[in-house]
């Protein structure tokens, strides 16, 4: 029996993440049956610069190779994140005459094409052109144009560009790993394909999904995209606060952020304390959790206020009606809910995948596997759209190049 498998592949700036499932037959259902998830540290990378690529291949290969043995097969490619500030994203609009009396397939191909026609310096690429509505004469807010009369066929596309040797660097880890990537996917949209639903969108949501160098922000009003974001912090800056806060190593700071931290001071027990190493090597003292709180309070409180101001000079801030999702690895901290909603001002709640997910979903029902989940997600969506991107389940001795070879001949 073939069965089509999609893989997603998170490479975070700390955790690189693997999700392989298996498309679900149901078309009532479009989703994902989980069958493996693996993780690994990210080597090779400092914040979201690449320093050593076999570092990073090593990533991949180990999360990759946990995914495919709890799945029991391999796979051949991936739906590959991408991130970084260095992803600029912005909307443009393609105008082209309706050929014959009724939108027409091809009319609605000339103006797409005409829409993503931008002119791009030699070291950026075209990471995605998604179509978002289209007009047909002056009524606006359509989903599908084919067979609408009219004379005048326009369409709003959302294009997200990316230094190419960003998306070179990534499409060589995954090579040299072994897999080859199907597509790239922007991160944030990915995580939002994860943890929104479509209520959400439609209504006004935005995602925030803070990972350890990144916080990734999408918008969305009306089930259209109205804002990408990726702001350079992350946990690893409430880590380093912590360094300096407390005077201690990065590794207990980290460890000391992931058990003991919390968001909202006012929630802690004053008389709560946590031994730390310090104040001279060998010894230890004891901490107030209060005050690790306080220095975790303070910068998420400034970081959630460089989130709100984004929002606000886009103009998406006041439609907002579903409020905030909060996700990624950093979103575990215990009351970074109750701090954004004060923030805020508007509901919130925690993001994790689940929806569309069965088999071992429990497996990625964690807020740091937004993205991963996400990426599998969008690799089902794609293939329930064009019936292709999918690795097909290898049974014992077809191997990954069998599989291209296959493809080729
Ligand atoms: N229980 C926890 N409490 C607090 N922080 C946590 C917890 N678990 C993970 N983190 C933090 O989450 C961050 C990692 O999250 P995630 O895996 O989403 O990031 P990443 O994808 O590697 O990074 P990025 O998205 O920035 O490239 C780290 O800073 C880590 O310390
Ligand atoms: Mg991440």
Redesign the pocket.
């Known amino acids: 029996m073939r069965a089509n498998l999609i893989a997603g592949l ?1 490479i ?4 690189t ?1 693997a999700v392989i499932g298996e498309i679900l037959d149901d078309p009532r259902r479009p989703g994902l049956t989980v069958l493996g998830v693996g993780q690994a540290q ?1 080597g090779g990378l400092r914040g ?1 610069m690449v320093t050593n690529i076999d570092e990073m291949t090593e990533s991949v290969r180990n999360a990759m190779n946990e995914a495919e043995l709890m799945a029991g097969t391999t796979v051949d490619r991936v739906y590959a994140g991408i ?1 970084g500030d260095h992803v600029r994203a912005s909307s443009s609009m393609g105008v082209v005459a309706i050929s014959e009396e009724e939108v027409t397939r091809d009319d609605v191909e000339r103006v797409h094409i005409v829409a993503r026609a931008v002119a791009l310096p030699p070291d950026r690429e075209m990471v995605h052109a998604i179509p978002q509505e289209y007009r047909v004469d002056h009524q606006r807010g359509i989903k599908d144009p084919l067979g609408m009369s009219g004379v005048r066929l326009e369409s709003e596309v959302f294009l997200v560009t990316c230094q190419v040797t960003a998306s070179t660097n990534i499409t060589k880890a995954v090579n040299k790993a072994g897999y080859r990537v199907q597509e790239l996917v922007l ?1 944030p949209l990915a995580g939002a394909r994860a943890v929104l639903t479509e209520d959400e969108r439609e209504v006004g949501v935005a995602m925030v ?6 916080t ?1 922000v999408a918008a969305f009003y009306e089930g259209k995209i109205q804002q990408v974001s990726i702001l350079p912090f ?3 800056t ?2 380093a606060d912590l360094v300096r806060g407390l005077a201690v190593p990065y590794k207990e700071a ?1 460890i000391a ?2 058990r003991h ?1 919390h968001a909202f001071a006012q929630m802690v027990d004053p008389r709560e304390t946590v031994d730390l190493p310090g104040p001279s090597p060998g010894q230890m003292r004891s901490v107030a959790c209060e005050l690790i709180a306080h220095i975790v309070e303070q910068r998420l409180d400034e970081m959630f206020g460089i989130v709100q101001s984004e929002l606000q000079d886009q103009g998406v801030l006041d439609k907002l009606g579903a409020g905030i999702v909060l996700s ?3 979103a ?2 215990p009351g970074v809910v109750e701090l954004a909603q004060q923030i805020f001002a508007s509901p919130v709640r925690l993001g994790v995948p689940s929806e569309g997910l069965g088999g071992l979903a429990d497996r990625v029902r964690r ?2 596997f937004a ?1 991963g989940a996400g990426l599998a997600l969008w690799g089902a969506d794609r293939f329930a759209e064009t019936g292709r991107g999918a690795s097909t389940k290898a049974s014992g001795i077809v191997t990954k190049l069998g599989i291209w070879l296959k493809e080729f001949f």
């Open positions: 998170d975070g700036t700390t955790h993440c990210t979201d991130g991160e999904e803070i990972g350890a160098h990144t990734n992350g946990g690893a409430l880590t980290q952020k992931e931290a990624g690895g950093s575990a901290i807020p740091r993205v």
